[in-house]
């Protein structure tokens, strides 16, 4: 990957070096030469660096096929070529080619490109996305749950896909054929291919929503653009494009705190009765639980009734999205709510900016523990490797398959190790174990529990009952569950 991402740099940022100057020694027929060069390496660059070495050797035959014929025909019969170029590349005939190829490749050339934001804040930005996705859930639902949306999407997004292609292809045909009359604002068509690639994109990650939002705000160059090219008088064309951009700016900023409003906390709720407290924890955090930046810990505790507390949680899960905090739970307790919250280890400042918040929220005094938890000790303890948390999560996440219309057995699955292999040995007497070799250890041994059984909550509690109190009478250790069909 890094040597796939040195290359691609290098040629862009070459392009870009060699973009003034050639502005400044090539005539205008040079000029529309070299941009027209530099954008088509601009795009098989981009199409090395996110699609891998087969998709880009497919792509170059498809360009020189094209290229020759727009060469070698005359101007008149270039749009029907186009037409027929650009349902080349939609519809790939070289796919058989490229799947051969892609055996035959080691996974650096393949594979998608995949950049991760890790920095020592990645915790948090694997959360937030983990949170959008939520918030986008009840769209991909439809994906599965409702064919006529499936279709839709499917058609939308290849019919977008077709118009980029055909518009990029249009646009450099264009600009071939009048390089002695070369204008800048032939370009212009490339804006539109890129916004419309983007919708694309959005159209086939998000959904018709978010699309549509993309949409707008790319509207308004577009607008700008044409009332400068319009024959109004300067005063009004000007007067008109400051307003375009004036709307264009609020637009996108409301659009960017909206973006931060767009909060969701998906919980495994239970009661413990144990702790004796109603509990919501974070389904999103289960993935993150151990981190090695976030072990700033923070407990607070305020004397509201749940009610009072639901109607603000929105701001508050608002305020953690804007100051990179974690919300892992918040529980409910006779009188008193309390919110569990991790912050990064250098975020001491924002533990106690967040207790004034609170503050200010309720109108009252709360009170605030702060600690270092870099093993997870105290969530386990009070909610990862409870019981009732346990269940709680397999039942909501075998909920999840009956939403999505799977209806099928199920497999839980726990991972869970021992320290002595006597103890594993009368474990594995009662529940069928297999070993896992690469999580094991000299001083702990690791293996999962695989438990068919049919999606109904009363026998997925009682399944993993049986199998937590095996663990106990065996000094067996829970590490995690999941649910496959």
Do not use: C
């Amino acid at each position: 990957m890094k040597r796939r991402i040195a290359i691609a740099g290098s040629l862009t940022i070459l392009i870009f070096i060699l973009m003034p100057l050639a502005l400044i020694l090539l005539n205008l027929r040079g000029q529309g030469i070299f941009m027209i060069s530099a954008i088509v390496t601009l795009v098989f660059v981009g199409i090395y660096l996110f699609g891998g070495v087969p998709k880009l050797i497919v792509a170059v035959i498809y360009g020189m096929l094209t290229f020759m014929f727009l060469f070698f025909l005359d101007e008149a019969y270039h749009l029907p070529f186009l037409i027929v170029g650009t349902l080349i590349f939609v519809l790939n005939p070289l796919s058989t080619f490229e799947t051969y190829l892609t055996s035959k490749m080691n996974d650096e050339d393949v594979l998608p490109i995949r950049f991760s934001l890790r920095g020592s804040y990645w915790p948090f930005f694997n959360y937030q996305k983990e949170m959008k996705n939520f918030y986008h859930l009840p769209q991909a639902r439809k994906l599965y749950t409702k064919k006529w949306y499936l279709h839709t999407r499917q058609i939308t997004t290849l019919s977008l896909i077709t118009m980029g292609i055909f518009l990029f292809l249009l646009g450099l045909s264009n600009i071939a054929n009048t390089l002695d009359n070369f204008s800048w604002f032939n370009f212009f068509v490339f804006y539109n291919v890129i916004i419309i690639f983007l919708l694309a994109f959005m159209l086939f990650k998000k959904g018709f929503t978010s699309t549509f939002r993309t949409f707008v705000i790319s509207l308004f160059l577009p607008v700008i653009y044409l009332i400068f090219r319009s024959d109004f008088p300067d005063p009004l064309k000007y007067t008109l494009a400051a307003s375009m951009f004036f709307i264009g700016l609020v637009v996108s900023t409301v659009e960017l705190i909206k973006f931060y409003q767009r909060v969701a906390y998906d919980s495994y709720h239970y009661y413990d009765p144990d702790l004796q407290m109603e509990v919501f924890a974070n389904a999103l955090f289960e993935p993150l639980v151990y981190n090695e930046t976030f072990i700033l810990s923070g407990h607070y505790q305020i004397k509201v009734k749940p009610e009072v507390f639901q109607k603000v949680l929105h701001d508050i899960l608002v305020y953690a999205n804007l100051f990179k905090i974690i919300i892992t739970a918040y529980t409910f307790s006779k009188d008193t709510v309390h919110i569990y919250a991790d912050f990064h280890e250098k975020d001491h400042k924002r533990a106690e900016k967040f207790k004034t918040f609170l503050e200010a929220k309720f109108k009252m005094g709360i009170k605030a523990d702060m600690y270092e938890d870099p093993n997870k000790e105290v969530y386990e303890k009070m909610f990862f490797h409870r019981p009732e948390y346990i269940i709680t999560r397999a039942q909501s996440l075998a909920g999840l398959l009956k939403e999505l219309e799977i209806k099928t057995r199920i497999i839980i699955s726990l991972i869970i190790y021992f320290e002595l292999e006597e103890e594993l040995e009368e474990f594995s007497n009662e529940f069928p174990v297999s070993r896992l070799e690469d999580l094991s250890e000299e001083d702990y041994l690791t293996v999962r529990v695989d438990l068919p059984s049919i999606n109904v909550d009363y026998m997925i509690e009682a399944k993993i009952r049986e199998v937590l109190l095996g663990l106990l009478m065996h000094h067996g250790k829970f590490v995690r569950i999941s649910v496959y069909y």
